[in-house]
């Protein structure tokens, strides 16, 4: 049974997103272990535009934007507080889409008991609640997809995805998406392919041609990241790795 605060408090989670994420996320920290997960404010307001909008498209530099945690702590909330939803993590290879339901089921793990549904299904790939709702890891491929279902997607370093397996992907993925109204979330650093689909849906969104809203996130604007910094990177990683990883240099 709950008490009438935790009911209070679920209300509160469930009405913000943001919230329930500076509150209740942790995450295992390289160095300090289980640590508490908070949002700088590029991220909140990310988190938002996830919330607020169907497409969303974000660039980002690798590795210090957290685009990939702000995603997948966004789906911990959306499969918590929504019964009977169906959530895909794809990214180019199936190990990194492994990696981060890991991420999202140390922070399930971690939340109050009080919080937490049952768990029906907890393997490799897949995290089933009781609620109905789930979450299952994948590469980016047709073959995953076909059949399935999805109230959110998440594609996660589709620069890193030839261009061809994408779109195969995207014309399996969408009639279903259309149907369904389902949320989808893509984020990359650079493209690694020099007739990118992620460079496609961003021009395009740019133009008004497609529905997705783009939002980028600058290294300057993550907490500890200034000129000094910004001088040791590139002399340990060089001016060319520094543009591609971090300025998410088109050219």
């Known amino acids: 049974m709950f008490t009438i605060d ?23 920290h390289f160095k300090d272990g289980l640590i ?29 934007a957290g685009k990939s945690s702000t995603a997948i702590y966004y789906i911990l909330y959306h499969i918590l507080f929504e019964e009977g939803r169906t959530v895909g993590i794809f990214s180019h290879h199936i190990n990194p889409s492994i990696h981060l339901l890991d991420k999202l089921k140390v922070a399930y793990e971690n939340l109050p008991k009080w919080m937490q549904q049952g768990i029906v299904v907890n393997n490799k790939q897949t995290l ?23 109230n959110l997607v998440l594609l996660d370093e589709i620069g890193s995805s030839s261009p061809t397996k994408l779109e195969d992907f995207f014309n399996t993925v969408f ?12 984020n990359s650093t650079k493209d690694y392919y020099e007739k990118s689909y992620f460079t496609k849906i961003w021009n395009d969104s740019e133009y008004g041609k497609n529905d997705f809203v783009r939002t ?5 604007e993550i907490p500890g990241r200034d000129e000094k910094w910004k001088e040791e990177m590139i002399a340990n990683i060089g001016i060319d790795s520094w543009n591609r990883e971090f300025e998410c240099d088109e050219t």
Not at 12 to 17: H, I, L, N, R, V
Not at 128 to 150: C, D, H, M
Not at 216 to 220: D, E, G, L, M, N
């Open 175 to 186: 009639p279903g998406i259309t149907a369904t109204k389902a949320k989808v979330i893509i």
């Open 216 to 220: 980028t996130i600058k290294w300057y």
């Open 36 to 64: 508490e997960f908070k949002l700088y404010e590029p991220q909140e307001k990310l988190i938002n535009k996830y919330h607020n909008n169907q497409f969303n498209i974000l660039k980002a530099p690798r590795q210090v």
């Open 6 to 28: 935790q009911i209070q408090e679920f209300k509160k989670c469930m009405d913000d997103p943001v919230y329930f994420i500076n509150t209740y996320v942790k995450f295992n």
């Open 128 to 150: 089933e609640l009781e609620n109905g709702s789930k979450v299952i890891a994948a590469p980016i491929s047709s073959a995953y997809t076909r059949g399935q279902t999805f």
